[in-house]
């Protein structure tokens, strides 16, 4: 029998290796992005079009490649990362494989653009499936551009294979999230079907994590920052309150590279354990700086999995870190009568008119005298007063039983009302405000003081109007002058999909506007449109907060999510009058001794109990 082993040809063989480098669209944007990483940019433009199915464009600001480099680019094994393989074991950069290139031109159209920076000609190739069709000089400034055209036009079985646009534009997103969240001090911009959908500006990694996922993670990142001997670790991860119900932002990276690791995943889970409810998955954003010999990235031809010498010790020092900065920056602040603190007020805004406090003077008053001091009675209310005692008696009664039909919330956080609370403030009313670490409003009733918390009453107050609203479908559009397009995560964009029409009774008027984009057209007649992106954002996630914490139902959790979004924060300056605005408004509220989240509105301290505390 005659010899039957033959080698492949180079383009078969690129082709076989493509099946594994490049599996889908994004698995090329991976790879080119890593190339212009590697190449020092730090501009970085990504451009596609149709999921990636008709073009990838990558076109950066870095080193560039000469003539010959351009051409040896995409030959299999050409790299310039390594020259032997000890190297393998000290490897910085991205790529070190020289596989890509020659991957990628075996099943696509390809043309490259790319000039030295000190060089007075650049060089353009147009390749189509390992074939070199052209290469000549040309006009170009420094650094390269590559596009890849027709991506799978020679494997029909992998281009069948591909998923919709809708998915292939997701895997995209999340490779482009994976190169740019640790990569903050370069820009990047991405634009789909000609939409500019991220313009990142040069940041630090919280502003960075922040611009592409939205502002409302501002306050939601603890830093991670510590040093061993064998790692350094930093990023942020998420407040355990923030955790999400789908496993969504949780990014490994080893020296600048993404990669997944099932071993240390659980050591971030198990750092969070009883913090979090069931079935939810925290987030993170960890970066560990460590010797390249202690890992090896080459196990894998994507790169993605990493083996660390020492696995054991990663897991106990991971764990031990997230567990510290847990511990160090998730203490809630509390009200500590204790604590000098508590009586640091803020100083009022400018242009406050300070009022000088008066004292009202009771001529009658004789301290040895019991029976003069009883006889004392308060001056008469006005008409004003007269209204919200009534209020507050109408109030006090109709609680008792509208707590009982109010279902949804949690049967332990049902709150017993108190009786004696109840009876004095029907008795006095004291329109004395003020306002303690611009969080809470304090007053005086007749047997001692009430204590307010100001988001928690405007929660109640907005979220009995919204519901209101969306029962009765009076709901008032206003129309916006210039409707804004507005870019959302994929599972954001999922989610307003489907709140679409019960957002419209809000008086929204949100439409779908191609992948991801949403063109808002009105808003709620009397919300501001300063920062309709920021609202829209923290309503939705408050909404899939509330799905795992609460048994609601849609128009509740929106009524509820939109409430908590609007709610006036704590750190709100407030005027009297809006102190006075707010307090009537809650009392005219069904419900004003609880939030719509089942938290305590108010408190009272009496006097009894005041004077136990000077004993
Ligand atoms: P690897 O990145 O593993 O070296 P690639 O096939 O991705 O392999 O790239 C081959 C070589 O082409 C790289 O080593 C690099 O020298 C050069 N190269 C690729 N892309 C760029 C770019 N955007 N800018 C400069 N050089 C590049
Ligand atoms: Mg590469």
Redesign the pocket.
Known sequence: MSDIIHLLPDAVANQIAAGEVIQRPASAVK?LL???L??GATHIELIVKDAGKTLIQII?N????SDT?ARL?FERH????INNANDLFCIRTM????????SIAAIAHVELK?KLHDAGLGTHIILEGSEVKSQQACQYSGG?S?SIKNLFFNVPARRNFLKSDVQEANHILEEFYRVVLIHPTIAFTYHHNGKLIYQLEKSNLKQRIVNVFGKSYAERLIPIEQETNIAKFNGFIGKPEFARKTRGEQYFFVNKRFFKHPYLHHAVDNAFQELLPEKSFPSYFINFDIDPKEIDINIHPTKTEIKFQDEKTMYAMLRSVVKQSIGKFNIAPSIDFDLEQSLNLMPPPVNYEIKHPSVKINPGFNPFDDKNQRSYSPPKPTEREQHNIQNWEKLVNETKTAAVSFKYIPQEKQQNLDEELNANISKTINYSFFQLQNRFIVTTVKSGLIIIDQQSAHERILYEQFIETIEHHNGVSQQQLFPQTIVFSPSDSELLKDLKNEMALLGFDVNEFGLNTFIVNGIPANMADENIKHIIEGMLENFKKNLMSLKVDKKNNLALSMARNMAIKPGKVLMLEEMQNLIDRLFACKLPYQSPSGKKILISISLDELSEKFK
């Open positions: 790879e890593e190339n212009a590697d190449a950066d870095g080193s560039g490649m480099d680019s050409a790299t310039s990362k790529g070190f494989r020289g596989e890509a290139l020659a790319t390269t590559i």
